[in-house]
């Protein structure tokens, strides 16, 4: 995977909040100092979550093992739980939220690249059952409770169960019910209140006691800047999370899946969204609906990024082989290190627009008119 091109190191740690699943499990990337002997994290955190990819890519769980022999060693080239590195001013935050079948390490690529560029930068894992796998730690000493991926019940509409599902773990008698989408953008809405409570000298234990200190974060974070990002499902997720949490000042959407989202709730996204869609993934119809949310926002961009897939946005451009092709998907014609410079250069410009940053990223915004190599609105 790519180093950051950003002039600061980037540390990450996993932080894990409450003994439940109404809790939070993310990945957080954030500008560090450089340490002398740093560790770099699995890339692919456990083998459980080999197991789960190998349930909905190859349709056989034995198929783990050789999943962790292809990609088990990866490792993600930052600085495991550095020390943290002061900013007076204080970073713009990014939640970032994963898409269907993923979970909180496999944009890693694009979260690395954008803390190198100064942002704090909060990968979500989400329990809605659309996560490849998760899992939250009960109170309980040692006890884990895994949440595996759920397949669209047979028969049943896939929007239905997307967007109007009552929640498996509702049914189990834990007094929660709504619908996957809402869910994810409940969990990004929480994921700020982390940070908020964090910022106002609340103490939050995280249960996986890692040794960055989340205290550090008071003071260096800028909550009056804070953006939503994601990729996928993980898109759709962002933009309705503005509807939901005023704090989000802009959106950028990932080859957003527009499918989930309700009708009724287009009128009700009045803030910015940066469309960064890949050339084989999209239809007529799910741009038509970003389309939709354009013509009400003047600054609401749409661009393609030429000769990429839906995966050229994940971790998964970036692992060599044929057999990875295979099992992950075709692969984009374009560079994967270029359609990342793209992606991150077009969110790095829509970013500074949006949350007033004082940075020099306005160099990119002929990216956000779709001018510029292999990039078209």
């Known amino acids: 995977l790519p180093r950051g091109k950003g002039p600061h190191h980037v540390g990450c740690t996993d932080v894990m909040v409450g ?84 979970f909180r390490t496999l944009y890693s690529s694009v979260c690395t690249e954008l803390a190198s560029w100064g942002f704090v930068v909060a990968a979500l894992e989400h329990r809605d059952h659309s996560a490849a796998t998760t899992y939250f730690c009960t109170a309980e000493a040692g006890r884990e409770e895994w949440i595996p991926f759920q397949q669209v019940p047979q028969g049943q509409k896939e929007f239905y169960f997307r967007n109007k599902q009552l929640l498996g773990w509702a049914n189990q008698g834990r007094g929660v019910s709504g619908c996957q989408v809402h869910q994810r953008a409940e969990e990004c809405v929480r994921a700020l209140r982390l ?24 003071g260096n974070v800028d909550l009056a800047k804070v953006a939503i990002m994601g990729h996928s499902f993980g898109g759709v997720t962002a933009v309705l999370a503005l509807v939901k949490e005023p704090s989000f000042r802009c959106a950028v959407a990932l080859d957003a899946w527009m499918f989930p989202l309700e009708n009724v709730l287009y009128p009700e996204v009045s803030k910015p969204v940066l469309f960064v869609n890949t050339e084989k993934f999209q239809t007529p119809e799910s741009v038509a609906k970003m389309k939709r ?17 839906h995966e050229s946005q994940t971790d998964f451009a970036f692992l060599p082989g044929k057999l990875i092709s295979c099992i992950f998907g075709a692969r984009g014609t374009l560079d994967p290190n270029k359609a990342l410079a793209i992606t991150s250069q077009a969110a790095l410009a829509f970013l500074q627009r949006h949350l007033n940053l004082e940075e020099e990223f306005d160099q990119w915004d002929d990216l956000l008119e779709g001018v510029g190599d292999s990039v078209v609105p």
């Open 195 to 218: 940070f908020k409570d964090i910022a106002s000298g609340k103490s939050v234990l995280n249960i996986l006691h890692q040794d960055l200190d989340l205290s550090v974060l008071k």
């Open 293 to 309: 949310l354009s013509s009400r926002s003047s600054q609401t961009k749409i661009i393609t990024v030429l000769g990429t897939t």
């Open 19 to 102: 003994h439940t699943r109404q809790g939070l499990f993310l990945r957080l990337f954030y500008p560090c100092l450089l340490r002398a002997g740093a560790t770099e994290p699995l890339w692919i955190p456990r083998s459980e979550y080999c197991a789960g990819l190998a349930d909905f890519t190859l349709r056989r769980r034995w198929c783990s093992a050789l999943l962790s022999i292809t990609i088990g060693s990866c490792r993600v080239p930052v600085s495991w739980n550095g020390p943290f590195k002061p900013c007076s001013s204080g970073y713009p935050l990014i939640i970032f939220s994963h898409g269907l079948r993923a």
